[in-house]
Structure formats: structure tokens, C-alpha cells
């Protein structure tokens, strides 16, 4: 069985085509990688990559994180600056004993000796939205208008799981601040035996229930990938609520061994892409877990 799953709209052609990949005997790595690549490259999507949010002094940080489900190695890069591809630092890195996730500096060094290509990641677009933001900067920061980071899950046919995310993280964060993507465990978790997890929304939220992690946790523990990622999200956000908090921007996506896909979130609707064998499609989960397909033109706004 192949399966592939990733989050939000803007990933459904990359991931359209690394399904395709995977029906001709690609491994779910460079399943995960083309998918994420497609999103990062595009500037149309002003979370991720090319184009991405700026902090607030105006420089677009990636965060990124690669996992290979097989070896339970990763590889990530935070807060680094201009690699144009921060998932193939990711997937680079993922190959290490050590040194295997870089910040600032040392990742853009680490991408310029292994001849990958930098760019300046701002576009005119992202640069008047944080001209437009800058005098009114909120004080509580939410991801931008319901979307974040590209999450990519695949299974190949030889049964072999990999996780890839990417995301410029918050709209406006404090410069050197780093989100859930690029933390194992947080923003994405994959093991062969149980299965793969990845999370998108605010990751000061999400990083305090180690939601993906948790997930993969609760698959090791017999629940589908459905009951498991609404078991971790209901879980963290009644812990919020209980102390008072908002847990309303949080989402997750999960896959089995078998191919199974899960999703949960705490929005009104988080629409995701998957393909199974050989049927693929865009659906959308509500707050009560329930998924439904949905075309490419609902949710106007929402990418
Ligand atoms: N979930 C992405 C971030 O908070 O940076």
C-alpha cells in the first residue's frame, strides 16, 4: 500500500505529483521531499518558503525538519535565512550521526558547503504585508489567517514512512524565534512500526503537548490514525482550557503503517490533501473530527 497526506490546500498539486511518484516505485523520502519543495518554491503560499512571513524586522526565517521513519534519524534547520529549499538542508542533515539540526548561521553555512541554492526569500508581496503590519504589530501573535506549515506524510511500497514540514513560522515573531516544525516530536514524528504524524498552528501550543509524538504514541498503542490525533488534540486543548488558555489553533495529520490517514483540529475546518492506492482527493475535518471532501474552490482564502 502507498499513502501520502499533507496539510492545508497549497500542498495538493506537489502532493498530486509525489503520489504519482510513489505509484511508480518512489520512496515516500523523495515523495515527502517533492511535495514540500512544490510549496516552498511557490510564492503564491506566504507561509512557507519563497515569499514566506517576515519576522519583525522584516527578514523571512525558515524553519524546516526532515524524518525517516526506517532509522528514526532527522534533520532540521531554524531560523535560518535565504536557503531556498530549507527541506533539503532538512533532508541533507537527516542523514547525520550528529550535528543533525542547525540554527541561523550554521545552517545557511551548512547549505552554501553542500551546493545548495540560496535566494533572498522576501518577494515584493511579503515585504508590504510587513510594511502594512509593522505599525500595528498585535500583541498576541496567531498563525496567518488559519494556515502555517507544510506538513507531508508518506508510506511507500516497501512500507517505509517519512515526514517532511517547512514553514517561515509566526507573522511578526520576535527575530530567533522558533516554532514546533523543526522539533521532533512537536511538529512531526515518524516510525516504520507505528506510524507518522505532523502538526500545523501555533507552535507555542502545540510544542507543550509534543503533539506528534503524542500521536505516534497513542497508533503504538492500537488507536487508528483518526482516534489519535483527536485523542492528542482533545487532550492538550482541554488541559488549555482548563487553565485558562485558548486552544483554538491547533491541527494534525497522521498516517499508519497500512495507509490509513487521520486528522484532527481545534478551527472551525482544516482542509488537507491525501492519496491512498490509487485514489487521492482534498478533504476537509471540522472540530468534531469529521471529514468530508471538499473541491479546490471551497474555503476561499484559506490556502
Ligand atoms: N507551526 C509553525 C510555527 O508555529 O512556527
Known amino acids: ?28 523520502a523523495d515523495a515527502v521531499t517533492h511535495a514540500v519543495v512544490r510549496v516552498e518554491d511557490d510564492p503564491a503560499y506566504c507561509s512557507v518558503g519563497y515569499g514566506g512571513l517576515p519576522d519583525r524586522d522584516g527578514h523571512v526565517m525558515t524553519d524546516a525538519a526532515f524524518m525517516d521513519g526506517t532509522s528514526l ?3 532540521g534547520v531554524m531560523s535560518a535565512e535565504n536557503i531556498k529549499n530549507p527541506i533539503l538542508a532538512a533532508r541533507m542533515l537527516c542523514g547525520r550521526e550528529i ?4 540554527a541561523g548561521r550554521g545552517a545557511e553555512l ?41 506538513c507531508v506524510l508518506a508510506l511507500d511500497e516497501n512500507g517505509r514512512l ?24 512537536s ?32 497508533m503504538k498503542r492500537g488507536e487508528s490514525p483518526q482516534q489519535a490525533c483527536e485523542g492528542a488534540l482533545r487532550e492538550l486543548a482541554a488541559r488549555k482550557i482548563e487553565l485558562g488558555e485558548n486552544a483554538d489553533n491547533m491541527s494534525l495529520i ?27 482527493g482534498l478533504y476537509a475535518v471540522d472540530g468534531n473530527g469529521l471529514t468530508r471532501a471538499i473541491s479546490p474552490d471551497e474555503l476561499a482564502g484559506v490556502d
Open 254 to 280: 497522521a498516517l499508519s503503517p497500512d495507509g490509513r490517514f487521520g486528522a484532527a483540529t481545534t478551527l472551525p475546518c482544516f482542509p488537507f490533501a491525501a492519496a491512498r492506492g490509487g485514489e487521492s
Open 1 to 28: 500500500m502507498i499513502a501520502i497526506i499533507g496539510t492545508w490546500k497549497m500542498c495538493r498539486e506537489g502532493l498530486m505529483e509525489a503520489h504519482e511518484m510513489l505509484k511508480s516505485g518512489a520512496c515516500a
Open 187 to 218: 511538529g512531526f514524528y515518524a516510525d516504520d512500526r507505528f506510524g507518522a504524524a505532523a502538526a500545523t498552528g501555533l507552535g507555542e501550543d502545540i510544542m507543550r503537548g509534543c503533539l506528534s509524538y503524542e500521536t505516534v504514541s497513542r
Open 162 to 185: 517519512a515526514a517532511g514540514v517547512s514553514t517561515s513560522g509566526l507573522f511578526m515573531k520576535d527575530p530567533g524565534r522558533v516554532g514546533d516544525s523543526p522539533l521532533i516530536g
Open 73 to 75: 534519524r532527522m534533520g
Open 110 to 150: 551548512f547549505a552554501l558547503r553542500h551546493g545548495l541554492k540560496m535566494r533572498d526569500m522576501r518577494t515584493e508581496a511579503s515585504m508590504r504585508r510587513w510594511r502594512e503590519a509593522v505599525p500595528e504589530r498585535p500583541e498576541r501573535l496567531t498563525a496567518y489567517t488559519g494556515h502555517d506549515t507544510v
Open 99 to 102: 550535528n543533525c539540526l542547525l
